[in-house]
């Protein structure tokens, strides 16, 4: 009999040894024991890209599109491809673990991070879950899928509980997971910051060990999220093996003493310290357990696979006139305005965020294709959360104490005005706090109202021309920024003269009231754009054949840690958007946003595209849709709402964001599509639209049978044809609907989905299969998922209010499986 080496491995280890591997070393790498050869693994965020081991400015890397954007395509072909590339770019940082992909669902409109997840339907966010796991796995890197479960907000998401029933847990929130698992073969997860139910998700033993382990046959590794171990004992016991980031704060010696003291048992540590060796040995760090040096290789592969993605992601709201693409006519002259148009807006904020390799801005890349046109830009207005920050010469001097005394022990130059120590302290540095003085000069460049702003994880403030202007070191307090540890934006401002100089200096300590696991400072300064912007970008419009309008948000506002607080596109962009189209007909709109947003001036454009954050090819993408290089591939995967007061659980403070640190799930399942036709919505956009360049037709569902029996599943065969002039994407939607039922059920649901290329002229015969799962629900008295017998409508459409054909089969008796 074969003896299993990580048993072996295991026999021979102290307790102290064990223990020693439920938790990580420091910030990205986990323990290694030299003793008996066991080797450090890096892990690296994230969804969009592999960051590597430095938060902020280390070597750069590929920058794919967004989670949104990347489901937004419907491809699942090609996310994997996203991910098998993720992984080789994960390879490059020296990490065999890639914490991605993201797949918590778009409950409501106003979660920050939205732009990270996939999708509001869970069977279209687990057959992406699936597609990119196959691809981050076919490389020998382990995708991490996240955050188990219930972390749907960001509002006080290290502590809110998400209280949601059994029936919504496992149709909706638990089903990406579970097929990640089933389907994919995930090689790890990682549990979310909040409670489920009242208990934190890393001490859940019900979801981690009964649902993750025991019923669906998870034998992978399970870690927290960063900073959210909070009990030595229950954490173990739930089947959490690994505590991040190290050193230990629940683990390491209060763990060998709860084991010493009979509290927890040494079987359960073993257990543990069993998966962590597992996932070892699964990518392949016995083999080779060196972890190389951080390189940042520019891949040719890696940059087309991007443009590709950015432009089958892009979704074409609106088109009359066939307004797009655009002729590229000799001579014309075009205005582009908007800050996106000069400065891309490539991904969204928090773990996710990577230092691209390069940024293409949409103006350089529409120059670059279309040479004959005249080009000019206007910002017309902000599209900022916070003041900007400066990307200027600074001088930084730190000091080993938190209250800027004793010797200069660092001076460093730097090039931003925003600097993060997460992972490191400043050389020098030898106590536990640090403090920095900064020194700039800031010039204005025009005259009129400028601001100046501090955020700190940390205390901050800062001296203009000597006088302290803004304060964010007394009474500093936790805020929004900075994933919840840094404080709110405090804002300065004042009128300046064009030419004026400000010698600025900015002070800086570690030391905080409460202890915060990072520490950062921003320093934003800038001119408040007004109405002269908007009337010079108005006067460009009128002056030009076309306008091109980039507007949206930006990382500031799509960003983890906090949620947004309105649909409105902010600051005045509405109102540049509308006086813009009074002043040139020829008007398209590209939105830049991770979720949905209000649109009053629709009804006055002809056309909008929805580009989302298309990673560090941006520009090229969205040129290569405008121009007609490539089709608007792509479809949303979010319904956006007329108004936002009939968005789910939209003034309900219980339900969002939550009250007394409870968030409760009361619409059950009724979130996204399903809730708007629940009610009877009209929607701005609905779930699963998007426009093509050219003309589908769609035939009959064929190869039905008029039923079948508990246990079969069925194929239906969707006849698509391009009846257009050009080659185009087509996208098949498959939805069931159950005609009567003992239980609430949604109108329709999704349960298949194609997408497909074809010429102008071509046919395909499109078939989807469905099992037994598609025509079930979730009983939770019975803790079994039932089908029950009676008649079910297939409708397949080109998005959920548009269905183009329709046909009925009948189960002919129930179907029960118990989960």
């Given at each position: 009999m074969t003896h299993d080496p990580i048993e072996s491995l295991l026999d021979q280890m102290t307790l102290q040894e064990q223990v020693?591997?439920?938790?990580?070393?420091?910030?990205?790498?986990?323990?290694?024991?030299?003793?008996?050869?066991?080797?450090?693994?890096?892990?690296?965020?994230?969804?969009?890209?592999?960051?590597?081991?430095?938060?902020?400015?280390?070597?750069?890397?590929?920058?794919?599109?967004?989670?949104?954007?990347?489901?937004?395509?419907?491809?699942?072909?090609?996310?994997?491809?996203?991910?098998?590339?993720?992984?080789?770019?994960?390879?490059?940082?020296?990490?065999?673990?890639?914490?991605?992909?993201?797949?918590?669902?778009?409950?409501?409109?106003?979660?920050?991070?939205?732009?990270?997840?996939?999708?509001?339907?869970?069977?279209?966010?687990?057959?992406?879950?699936?597609?990119?796991?196959?691809?981050?796995?076919?490389?020998?890197?382990?995708?991490?899928?996240?955050?188990?479960?219930?972390?749907?907000?960001?509002?006080?998401?290290?502590?809110?509980?998400?209280?949601?029933?059994?029936?919504?847990?496992?149709?909706?929130?638990?089903?990406?997971?579970?097929?990640?698992?089933?389907?994919?073969?995930?090689?790890?997860?990682?549990?979310?910051?909040?409670?489920?139910?009242?208990?934190?998700?890393?001490?859940?033993?019900?979801?981690?060990?009964?649902?993750?382990?025991?019923?669906?046959?998870?034998?992978?590794?399970?870690?927290?999220?960063?900073?959210?171990?909070?009990?030595?004992?229950?954490?173990?016991?739930?089947?959490?093996?690994?505590?991040?980031?190290?050193?230990?704060?629940e683990r390491g010696d209060k763990l060998v003493q709860a084991v010493n003291e009979g509290r927890l048992s040494a079987q359960a540590v073993r257990d543990c310290a069993r998966r962590v060796l597992r996932l070892m040995q699964r990518v392949g760090s016995f083999q080779d357990p060196v972890i190389p040096a951080e390189r940042a290789d520019d891949l040719p592969a890696h940059?087309?696979?991007?443009?590709?993605?950015?432009?089958?992601?892009?979704?074409?709201?609106?088109?009359?006139?066939?307004?797009?693409?655009?002729?590229?006519?000799?001579?014309?002259?075009?205005?582009?305005?908007?800050?996106?148009?000069?400065?891309?807006?490539?991904?969204?904020?928090?773990?996710?965020?990577?230092?691209?390799?390069?940024?293409?801005?949409?103006?350089?890349?529409?120059?670059?294709?279309?040479?004959?046109?005249?080009?000019?830009?206007?910002v017309g207005a902000d599209i900022h959360r916070w003041v900007p920050v400066l990307h200027a010469p600074v001088t930084f001097e730190y000091f080993d104490s938190p209250d800027l005394a004793g010797p200069v022990v660092q001076v460093q130059q730097v090039d931003s005005t925003e600097q993060m120590w997460t992972e490191h302290r400043p050389e020098g540095v030898t106590g536990q706090h640090f403090s920095a003085r900064a020194r700039l000069d800031y010039v204005a460049q025009q005259s009129g109202c400028y601001q100046f702003s501090l955020i700190s994880a940390g205390r901050s403030r800062a001296f203009i021309n000597g006088q302290l202007a803004v304060d964010a070191w007394s009474g500093w307090s936790r805020g929004e920024t900075y994933f919840t540890f840094g404080c709110d934006e405090v804002v300065h401002a004042r009128d300046l003269q064009a030419g004026q100089r400000c010698q600025i200096t900015i002070e800086y300590s570690s030391a905080t009231p409460e202890p915060i696991p990072l520490r950062a400072l921003r320093f934003g300064a800038h001119r408040v754009l007004g109405e002269p912007d908007i009337a010079a970008a108005v006067q460009a419009a009128s002056d030009a054949d076309l306008a091109v309008v980039f507007a949206g948000l930006n990382a500031e506002w799509d960003n983890e840690g906090l949620d947004r607080n309105s649909l409105e596109l902010p600051q005045r962009q509405n109102d540049l958007i509308a006086r813009v189209a009074a002043a040139n007909p020829r008007t398209v709109v590209v939105l830049q946003t991770g979720s949905p947003v209000t649109l009053p001036w629709l009804d006055a454009v002809p056309a909008v595209l929805q580009a989302w954050y298309p990673g560090q090819e941006c520009g090229n993408s969205i040129a290569d849709v405008l121009l007609g290089a490539a089709e608007p591939g792509g479809r949303l995967t979010q319904t956006w709402p007329l108004r936002e007061s009939d968005s789910v659980a939209f003034g309900q403070p219980l339900n969002y964001p939550g009250q007394d640190g409870h968030v409760?799930?009361?619409?059950?399942?009724?979130?996204?599509?399903?809730?708007?036709?629940?009610?009877?919505?009209?929607?701005?956009?609905?779930?699963?639209?998007?426009?093509?360049?050219?003309?589908?037709?769609?035939?009959?569902?064929?190869?039905?049978?008029?039923?079948?029996?508990?246990?079969?599943?069925?194929?239906?065969?969707?006849?698509?044809?391009?009846?257009?002039?050009?080659?185009?994407?087509?996208?098949?939607?498959?939805?069931?609907?159950?005609?009567?039922?003992?239980?609430?059920?949604?109108?329709?649901?999704?349960?298949?989905?194609?997408?497909?290329?074809?010429?102008?002229?071509?046919?395909?015969?499109?078939?989807?299969?469905?099992?037994?799962?598609?025509?079930?629900?979730?009983?939770?008295?019975?803790?079994?998922?039932?089908?029950?017998?009676?008649?079910?409508?297939?409708?397949?459409?080109?998005?959920?209010?548009?269905?183009?054909a329709a046909a009925t089969v009948e189960l002919e008796e129930d179907w029960i499986e118990p989960a």
């Open positions: 020693a591997l439920l938790s990580g070393a420091d910030f990205w790498t986990t323990v290694p024991v030299p003793r008996l050869n066991v080797p450090a693994v890096k892990v690296s965020d994230g969804p969009n890209g592999a960051r590597g081991g430095i938060f902020k400015d280390g070597p750069s890397t590929a920058c794919f599109p967004v989670g949104i954007a990347l489901a937004a395509t419907w491809n699942p072909d090609l996310v994997q491809q996203a991910g098998a590339a993720l992984g080789q770019e994960a390879l490059l940082k020296g990490a065999r673990v890639l914490l991605a992909p993201t797949v918590n669902l778009q409950r409501t409109v106003f979660n920050g991070r939205n732009f990270e997840c996939h999708s509001e339907d869970p069977w279209l966010s687990s057959e992406l879950a699936v597609a990119y796991v196959r691809g981050v796995q076919s490389q020998g890197v382990a995708a991490t899928i996240k955050h188990f479960v219930g972390n749907e907000s960001e509002y006080q998401r290290m502590t809110m509980s998400s209280d949601i029933p059994e029936r919504a847990l496992r149709e909706l929130y638990l089903l990406p997971f579970e097929r990640a698992v089933k389907e994919a073969g995930v090689w790890a997860v990682m549990t979310s910051y909040n409670r489920l139910d009242g208990t934190f998700a890393a001490d859940h033993r019900r979801l981690v060990t009964q649902v993750l382990r025991e019923e669906w046959g998870f034998d992978g590794l399970v870690m927290t999220d960063w900073f959210a171990g909070h009990d030595t004992v229950q954490s173990v016991q739930a089947g959490t093996d690994l505590e991040m980031p190290g050193p230990a704060r940059r087309a696979l991007i443009r590709e993605l950015g432009a089958q992601g892009c979704v074409l709201l609106k088109n009359e006139c066939r307004t797009l693409p655009l002729e590229k006519t000799p001579g014309a002259r075009v205005a582009l305005i908007g800050q996106a148009a000069r400065v891309p807006q490539i991904m969204g904020g928090g773990s996710a965020t990577v230092n691209a390799h390069y940024r293409i801005a949409p103006i350089d890349a529409l120059r670059a294709q279309w040479p004959q046109a005249s080009f000019t830009h206007s409760r799930y009361d619409e059950g399942l009724f979130i996204g599509y399903r809730h708007y036709q629940q009610r009877g919505l009209q929607t701005l956009f609905p779930f699963g639209h998007g426009l093509s360049y050219t003309e589908f037709e769609y035939g009959p569902l064929r190869g039905l049978p008029s039923r079948f029996k508990a246990g079969d599943s069925i194929t239906v065969e969707v006849p698509v044809r391009n009846t257009g002039r050009r080659a185009g994407q087509a996208v098949v939607q498959l939805y069931v609907q159950d005609e009567a039922c003992s239980v609430a059920r949604p109108p329709r649901e999704l349960k298949g989905f194609a997408k497909l290329q074809l010429e102008a002229g071509e046919s395909c015969l499109v078939r989807l299969t469905l099992t037994m799962r598609a025509f079930a629900f979730f009983d939770d008295r019975r803790a079994a998922w039932v089908a029950e017998a009676g008649r079910f409508q297939l409708q397949a459409g080109v998005s959920v209010d548009q269905i183009m």
